[in-house]
């Protein structure tokens, strides 16, 4: 059973500006919650008891805000005789703990980095969920991407979900290339007649030691410049799977929404309110 998750919550998200000047782009609400906690709650239901997020080095830090009690807030709903809204209000249970860790943001970025730094940080050397911090799948009622990426991975193996795109969409996204339900490759925004499939990379794993290993040696060993390159993570993926390391590809019936831009934070409000 995996009990641990990674959650990269850090950056300014200069897609979302002006807003996000005073709200983190993770916390933007979506429905009545912020986007992150659809994926921290998914995780908690799929068995994860520790959760490891990756936060800017900016304080006030909205995210741990909203997953510590608020005891004002407490104290004015049992006077005002709001019990009921107790439990709304306690964002967490109390076997789920959250350990964070500052990233800075003037120094190396990309999707690797928070990975790597909490690898290093907190010595982890077992399989872990990563989920990235301001997108979700939504599936009411169907298997969660937690789920569906549990159920195809075997002990000591690697999973990624994917999901199913337009034919015409895949030319904006990481494509999967698998083999027998196993990837071979991540090919990055290829052309539409050339794409191996239409299933695509929404930053969903499991990740084992072998894999979250090179990750970390990935990071160390390379220094791209601030205007080079990102750290992206699925370039250790790649040699992951070229040294033999097996990911298994997870499909998933549910829908993925995206608050990183307007459009798909508008669309994820109208799809989880129902409109």
């Known amino acids: 059973?995996?009990?641990?998750?990674?959650?990269?919550?850090?950056?300014?998200g200069t897609r979302r500006l002006p807003i996000t000047k005073v709200i983190e782009k993770s916390m933007l609400p979506v429905g009545n919650r912020p986007l992150v906690d659809y994926s921290v709650q998914e995780l908690i239901k799929a068995g994860v008891t520790d959760i490891y997020m990756v936060i800017s080095n900016?304080?006030?830090?909205?995210?741990?805000?909203?997953?510590?009690?608020?005891n004002a807030l407490n104290a004015y709903l049992v006077d005002r005789g709001k019990e009921d809204r107790l439990e709304l209000a306690?964002?967490?249970?109390?076997?789920?703990?959250?350990?964070?860790?500052?990233?800075?943001?003037?120094?190396?970025?990309?999707?690797?980095?928070?990975?790597?730094?909490?690898?290093?940080?907190?010595?982890?050397?077992?399989?872990?969920?990563?989920?990235m911090g301001d997108d979700f799948i939504?599936?009411?009622?169907?298997?969660?991407?937690?789920?569906?990426?549990?159920?195809?991975?075997?002990?000591?193996?690697?999973?990624?979900?994917?999901?199913?795109v337009a034919h015409d969409q895949v030319n904006k996204y990481g494509v999967l290339s698998e083999n027998n339900g196993k990837l071979t490759r991540i090919v990055e925004k290829p052309d539409i007649d050339s794409a191996p499939s239409n299933f695509v990379n929404v930053s969903k794993y499991i990740m084992s030691p072998e894999l979250l290993r090179e990750i970390v040696r990935y990071v160390h060993e390379n220094d791209f410049g601030p205007k080079d390159q990102e750290y992206l993570v699925t370039d250790p993926i790649d040699t992951f799977l070229a040294k033999g390391g097996v990911m298994r590809v997870a499909p998933t019936s549910g829908q993925y929404l995206d608050g990183g831009s307007v459009e798909g934070w508008l669309h994820a409000n109208n799809v989880v309110c129902g409109k």
């Not at 059973?1 to 300014?12: D, E, L, R």
């Not at 900016?58 to 608020?70: A, G, L, R």
């Not at 982890?124 to 989920?131: C, H, M, T, W």
């Not at 599936?139 to 002990?155: C, H, Q, R, W």
């Open 90 to 131: 306690k964002t967490l249970p109390d076997n789920v703990k959250i350990h964070y860790i500052q990233q800075d943001p003037s120094g190396k970025y990309g999707t690797a980095v928070p990975i790597a730094m909490v690898v290093e940080e907190f010595d982890i050397n077992e399989p872990v969920l990563v989920f």
């Open 58 to 70: 900016v304080e006030p830090c909205q995210v741990k805000e909203f997953y510590q009690d608020n």
């Open 1 to 12: 059973m995996i009990t641990k998750a990674i959650i990269p919550v850090a950056g300014w």
């Open 138 to 164: 939504w599936n009411p009622g169907g298997e969660s991407a937690s789920d569906s990426l549990l159920k195809v991975v075997n002990e000591g193996e690697s999973a990624i979900l994917g999901v199913e």
